[in-house]
Nanobody
Framework: QVRLVQSGGGSVQAGGSLRLSCTASGDMLSFNVMAWHRQAPGKQRELVASITSRGRTNYLDSVKGLFTISRDDARDGSKNTVYLQMNSLKSEDTAVYYC?????????WGQGTQVTVSS
């Protein structure tokens, strides 16, 4: 089992910035992918950004150049923390953001955090 604990989020005006954090701990493998997904009301959950344990990143087209995903892995393998720096936020970025950890064919999810951008 892998446990995810999210922090960050909240409310901000359009053009502002927020940072999300998520720490994974438990039975983790050396190769894994950590990601951020979001779900707006009435819409399907979508992948915002992902980063592999080797540092390869992938972004949703609409957030490229605005959001940055990064990670910090403990040397002893006890925990991995993923961050999502969100700049120049828009009202359409309003959603519940979920941290995701994937290893092999297993997915684990954080508890979700609300991000609200007011125009």
């Amino acid at each position: 089992q892998v446990r995810l604990v999210q922090s960050g989020g909240g409310s901000v005006q359009a053009g502002g910035s927020l940072r999300l954090s998520c720490t994974a701990s438990g039975d983790m493998l050396s190769f894994n992918v950590m990601a951020w997904h979001r779900q707006a009301p009435g819409k399907q959950r979508e992948l915002v950004a992902s980063i592999t344990s080797r540092g390869r990143t992938n972004y949703l087209d609409s957030v490229k150049g605005l959001f940055t995903i990064s990670r910090d892995d403990a040397r002893d393998g006890s925990k991995n923390t993923v961050y999502l720096q969100m700049n120049s936020l828009k009202s359409e970025d309003t959603a519940v953001y979920y941290c995701n950890y994937r290893q092999g064919y297993k997915d684990y999810w954080g508890q979700g955090t609300q991000v609200t951008v007011s125009s």
